[in-house]
Every structure is written in structure tokens, then in C-alpha cells.
């Protein structure tokens, strides 16, 4: 009998949160991509303040992937092309606040604008709102592993068919062979 791969998955999640315990509040900034309200709140704030650098659909700047000396200056893509997803809600909420990742030293310079004085802590989460409901389902499932309790998690993940993400599939087909 073959299982669905969301079996797998929940499993492990199960197992990784009862290794976990209850460590780790739920993020303060969750985006949650099935609030169609926030969704169109985060895509009006979106056209206001993001979309000349990423893109008016969420495609990045022109060569954005192209490693140069210019590279960190280019927009990402925040659709499923970038690497937006590689990040958790917490992250990436601290980016678009404050211009740079948590562990990156406030010495580095990022050509990312801080948004901490432009828009409020929940616009910021709106927009984040908005990107996430661009991903087809195996991105979000892969993106919520990132958030405390799995956070994100789309209401859908056990209804459609879905795969993971290429950079994810190594990681599942490994953990496959050694939960058997």
C-alpha cells in the first residue's frame, strides 16, 4: 500500500514537535496566506511600497539570480522562483522592518529599505500575507516547517496533490529511507 507523502510529513512533524516539546512560542508575526482579507490588505501595501524594486508579480528585478559584484544589490523574487519561501515568517518580517536578517551584523550594509518608520508591523505581515498566497502548496508546506508549530501550514497540504520543493527533496527522501 503506498502512502501519500503528506502521511510522511505529518509524522514527522509529530515527531519533531514532541522532540521539541512545547519550546518556542508561536511567531509574533505570522503571516497567514488563507486570511483573504490580510491577503488583500498585504497586496495593496504591496503595490504602495514593493513592487518597483520585486516586481509587479512578485518576479524580482531584472537578473536578480545572477551572482556579480552586483548581486546583493538586485530585489529578490518573492515568488516561487526566489528563495523568499527559505525563510521563516519571523525572518522575513525582520527584513522588511528593519532591512536585514536577525543574525546579520547592523554593520553590513543591505540595499533593502527598513520599513520601521513607513509602514506598521501588521502592514508588514499583510504583504508577507500576500507573497505566501503566490506559492503553490509544496513551497508553503516547506516555508511553514520553518515557523514555530509548523505555522503556516496551507489548509489544503491534505487535499491536492503536492510535491516538495527540488532543495527539499534530498532532505524527505533521506528521511523516508531512515523512518522505514
Known amino acids: 500500500m503506498r502512502r501519500r507523502p503528506l502521511c510522511y510529513f505529518a509524522g514527522a512533524a509529530a515527531a519533531l514537535s514532541a522532540v521539541m516539546g512545547a519550546a518556542g512560542a508561536p511567531a509574533d508575526h505570522f503571516a497567514d496566506a488563507d486570511n483573504l482579507a490580510a491577503v488583500e490588505r498585504g497586496k495593496q501595501v504591496y503595490y504602495q511600497h514593493c513592487f518597483s524594486c520585486h516586481g509587479r508579480n512578485l518576479e524580482g528585478q531584472f537578473l536578480w539570480q545572477l551572482q556579480d559584484q552586483f548581486a546583493h544589490r538586485r530585489a529578490p523574487a518573492h515568488d516561487a522562483s526566489g528563495h523568499t519561501w527559505m ?12 532591512g536585514r536578517f536577525p543574525d546579520v551584523p547592523k554593520n553590513i550594509r543591505s540595499y533593502m529599505p527598513a520599513f520601521e518608520h513607513r509602514l506598521s508591523d501588521s502592514e508588514i505581515v499583510a504583504v508577507l500575507a500576500y507573497i505566501k498566497a503566490h506559492w503553490p502548496t509544496g513551497i508553503r508546506v516547506s516555508q ?21 520543493p527540488p532543495t527539499c527533496s534530498a532532505s524527505y527522501k533521506r528521511w523516508k529511507q531512515i523512518s522505514r
Not at 511553514?144 to 516538495?164: C, Q, R, Y
Open 87 to 98: 525563510h521563516s515568517d519571523e525572518d522575513l518580517f525582520y527584513m522588511a522592518k528593519y
Open 144 to 164: 511553514s516547517m520553518l515557523n514555530p508549530h509548523f505555522m503556516g501550514m496551507p489548509k489544503d497540504a491534505n487535499k491536492v496533490a503536492w510535491t516538495l
